[in-house]
């Protein structure tokens, strides 16, 4: 196994001045890496690589979901929407929101369909044009090349972004720059002090560059809250829901059947105690 000595990301995410020493995580690029100070979890590959994964992102379709996903996605904005009503205690028509990482805008198509005033910003130029194109307003760039004014949004969502960043703090202060005071800032991303993990290790497709184009940086509830206060947030509630072994097809059948039923009676645990391999996070700009 050949390690590359010019890692992309070579200091902890979440700001850490520690050393990132070597797991017991193996994947193609060598082992994940850990945080002495904070525990946070990072890749070892290449810039070249990162670059080459992140790629599959250009895809003007994206990550449009249809049939059960569409259906999955609009059942859960829907439960997003009516926590953000109550939270900052208005109705869905009152809510402006901003999408950050939409690729080509299915949430902030989702979102609009429920009366929120929802927009999204996209780095890729082909997803970004292609939900332009459905007329939904989205801006290509980065969120801080785009000049939004201060206080302008009452909700954010960064919806499986903050994996792919060797730097999320900038991300994170820019965030809450255009938040107004009281806003809120909703967060999805993996959680490594998961079951899934403990069971999986390096066999958790999550962790793999080349399945999961661009995924570098890894969190689990500690390390969230410690970078959301760096950057200036509340953190209101940080949850964690699901426990995922092996998928059909990758191991014999009777075995699959038996690992399926097992994490399913995990479920209900791993929520419990904050060990679902799914994070969702909600951080308040204080007032
Ligand atoms: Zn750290």
Redesign the pocket.
Known sequence: MQVPHNSYITS?P?G?D?DLLPTDIFLPEGPLKM?S??G?LVSQCSEAAYLSSMREFDDPEGTWPIGSASRRLKQQTGRIIKKLEMLLSTSRNNIHLLDVGCSNGSFVSAACSYGVEAEGVEPSPGPAQHAVNAGLKVHQGFIEDVNFEKSSFDALTLFEVIEHLKDPLSLMKECLRILKPGGYMVLRTGNTDSFTVRFMKGRWLYFHLEIHGGHVSFYKTS?MKLLAEKAGFEVHSIRTHSVGLYEKGDIPYLPYRFFKIFSETLNAPSKLLGKGHEMIVFLRKPL
Do not use: E, F
Request: charged letters at 0%.
């Open positions: 902890c979440v850490c520690s945080c100070a904070c946070q390390t």
